[in-house]
């Protein structure tokens, strides 16, 4: 996966390359789906007259998880960090409650939504956190990780070094 130049950083999708090799991992053969927009587009509300091909095209603008696992007796909502910091958590909350009036997904509404934090640096805090909310946490380290953290500066390698 080394797609950058020496010395500089290029943009990569890398937690959604993350995310992929991470769920062909962990659910082969299960239905699953990356990039998932969530939730109904606000924008349909405001206009009349749009078709449901239009509306469906709305879904750009909405949040969208990592991914989503239709396990036939469950639904796992993933959200995939290569480093920690705020805010995965509260993504997953959201996805929980979009995934619940999206109508895309109504044939899964009713089986019991999982949300997973997968992460490669891990943040104690942030899994503690994970875990005192419901939030499974998994530690995954794409085979690509080691080449990717040699170009990061130090600090950007490892969770901040705070205690609670």
């Given at each position: 996966m080394a797609a950058w130049e020496e010395?500089?950083?290029?943009?990569?999708p890398r937690e959604l390359s993350m995310a992929s090799e991470f769920i062909a991992e962990y659910f082969p053969g299960i239905p699953s789906l990356t990039r998932v927009h969530l939730g109904v587009p606000a924008p349909a509300t405001q206009f009349e007259g749009l078709t449901p091909e239009e509306i469906s095209l709305l879904r750009v603008y909405n949040r969208w998880a990592?991914?989503?696992?239709?396990?036939?007796?469950?639904v796992i909502i993933v959200e995939c960090k290569i480093r920690p910091r705020l805010g995965p958590l509260e993504g997953l909350?959201?996805?929980?409650?979009?995934?619940?009036?999206?109508?895309q997904f109504a044939t899964y509404r009713n089986r019991p939504i999982e949300k997973w934090f997968v992460y490669a640096v891990e943040d104690p805090i942030l899994n503690m956190?994970?875990?005192e909310r419901?939030?499974?946490?998994?530690?995954?380290?794409?085979?690509?990780?080691?080449?990717?953290?040699?170009?990061?500066?130090?600090?950007?390698?490892?969770?901040?070094?705070?205690?609670i």
């Open positions: 010395g500089k950083r290029t943009w990569q990592d991914a989503i696992v239709l396990a036939p007796d469950r909350e959201l996805y929980g409650r979009l995934f619940k009036t999206d109508p956190f994970a875990r419901g939030i499974k946490t998994v530690n995954y380290v794409p085979k690509w990780l080691p080449e990717y953290l040699r170009i990061l500066q130090r600090r950007e390698t490892r969770a901040p070094l705070t205690e």
